[in-house]
């Protein structure tokens, strides 16, 4: 018996509708993940890690942009954004030449010279302070060799011309048995280095003189015997930073 043509029709139909859902489910990016929806991709029983974005096999995510060759902007030449000349072991702002990097820590090496040259004695004594360039209270701690066991040595402040009135006596020792010397202190000195009555304004002169040679209650050398001495290979300074203070 032939079909009815109205259940024709409708099988048809149904027919057409299950393909079109068929279709629908493999569409990228349209299907649903029931029971998981809010996990995210990559999770257990979540969407897969590309969902939302092309599969791996589809050449991956575009590469990431490059960042700007100069992010301060401007020219390359430009300054700005570059890390300061001092910041990056270039020239120093102020402090003496020994200083150490940014702080306020300073060097000075000693040697004992010949009067006539100002070179350095071959196999002469020598030294060495460390002391803060900029401070309250001058802060320093000197260490000397290959001096004579036995004899006494003052560490002073030498101001010009030489030899000198005004002497600042830092500090008073006398050498061990094996050539050495140590000195240590931090006190007031009252006074920048160079002082207001040196006449060289540029940088002080430190030496190692013998304590016999000086009288550190009127600023005198009683002697002058320089070849005995140990002087600072180069000037330094000290800047009283109570005294600005105090004169503000």
């Known amino acids: 018996m032939p ?29 649903e993940f029931p029971g998981n929806r809010g996990n995210e ?16 096999w589809a050449g991956g995510p575009p590469a990431t942009p490059e960042p700007p060759a100069n992010p301060g902007g401007g020219d390359d030449d430009d300054d700005d954004g570059a890390v300061p000349d001092f910041c990056s072991g270039g020239p120093q702002p102020g402090g003496p030449n020994g200083q150490a990097g ?34 309250p209270m001058f802060d320093f701690v000197f260490n ?13 402040y030498q101001p010009q011309p030489l030899p000198s009135s005004g002497v600042i006596c830092l500090a008073t020792g006398e ?11 931090a006190f007031e000195l009252d006074s920048d280095l160079p002082a207001e009555y040196d006449e060289n304004q540029d940088e002080a002169t430190l030496a190692l003189v013998s304590t016999g040679d000086v009288d550190c209650e009127t600023g005198e050398m009683t002697a002058w015997t ?10 330094m300074f000290y800047v009283d930073s109570d005294l600005e203070d105090d004169e503000g």
């Open 3 to 31: 079909a009815h043509p109205l259940r024709l029709l409708t099988t048809l139909f149904l027919l057409g509708l299950m393909l079109a859902s068929s279709i629908a489910l493999a569409q990228p990016g349209g299907r």
């Open 41 to 56: 991709p990559g999770e257990p029983g979540g969407p897969p890690p590309w969902a939302g974005g092309p599969p791996p």
């Open 102 to 135: 940014m702080s306020s820590i300073a060097h000075l090496n000693f040697s004992q010279q010949d009067p006539e040259s100002g070179e350095p004695i071959e196999d002469g004594a020598w030294a060495r302070v460390m002391y803060r360039w900029i401070a």
């Open 175 to 185: 050498v061990n048995e094996e050539g050495d010397l140590h000195l240590q202190d």
């Open 144 to 156: 000397a060799h290959e001096l004579e066991p036995g004899d006494e040595f003052t560490l002073t």
């Open 226 to 235: 320089p070849e005995n001495y140990l002087f600072g290979d180069e000037g």
